[in-house]
């Protein structure tokens, strides 16, 4: 039996029917696993690596990780909110000293850390391109960096989810995210607009790329996935650069 544990923010979390119909990638994850794969996911709401940390929650998964298990780190949404002192990061500093954490807490228990950089925003122009830049990118670049000092796997769904964003356009991806109209949703009667967080197809979409990259990275990652060959050609994204 093998483990995922997942540390990160609402993007990824696990919703209840309360929050319907929002979903995280952590929650979709499991429909691309092999049925001998676990996933406990620990990701909660408006979470930094700060936050996180400071909140105790890193503890609940080291006292059940073990050899072979692995720890699954996306954070960067709320780690970019330098106004607040309880969740903001820099990126070339505590950012980075806080994956740091999180990656030695999974090598120590023998356990794979893999990095994941934060997803795009659906965020356009009024000429159809993305906004450029993003506010991610310092933090997705710390992401890559921390991979390559603390030799951990980074799969940058930053950069893929951007390319799916730019190759499908504004249109065709608002299905994806937490659009509602109003009297659609009793929790959102005058409706919504979130180019932040997922519907259930916008989750499974992510949550396959993620997926696919594991299938990528070969060995003990690739073991995770069922259905691979199906998989590389369900979520097939030309990506520049």
């Not at 390319?163 to 994806?176: K, P, S, W």
Request: charge should be negative.
């Amino acid at each position: 039996m093998k483990t995922i544990f997942w540390a990160g923010d609402s993007t990824v979390k696990t919703n209840l029917f309360v929050t319907f119909p929002q979903t995280g990638i952590g929650q979709a994850f499991d429909r691309y696993v092999r049925p001998d794969v676990v996933i406990f996911n620990h990701a909660e709401n408006g979470r930094s690596t700060k936050s996180f940390l400071a909140e105790g929650r890193l503890p609940a998964i080291e006292e059940n990780i073990k050899e072979g298990d692995f720890l699954f780190i996306q954070f960067g949404h709320n780690d970019e909110k330098l106004e607040d002192p309880l969740r903001g990061t820099h990126p070339e500093t505590d950012f980075t000293e806080n994956l740091k954490i999180f990656i030695d807490t999974a090598k120590k228990h023998g356990a794979y850390p893999v990095l994941i950089t934060p997803l795009e925003r659906r965020l356009f122009e009024e000429d159809g391109s993305l906004k450029t830049p993003s506010a991610h990118e310092p933090y997705v670049k710390a992401i890559l960096e921390a991979g390559r000092r603390f030799e951990t796997p980074v799969i940058d769904l930053w950069k893929i989810s951007r390319a799916f964003l730019e190759q499908e356009g504004d249109a065709a991806t608002i299905r994806y995210f937490m659009h509602t109209v109003p009297g659609e949703y009793s929790r959102a009667p005058e409706g919504q607009v979130d180019n932040t967080h997922l519907k259930y197809a916008g989750a499974m979409k992510f949550a396959g790329m993620i997926a696919n990259e594991l299938v990528k990275l070969g060995g003990v990652y690739a073991q995770l996935i069922a259905e691979p060959e199906a998989l590389q050609e369900a979520v097939r994204i030309e990506v520049n650069g």
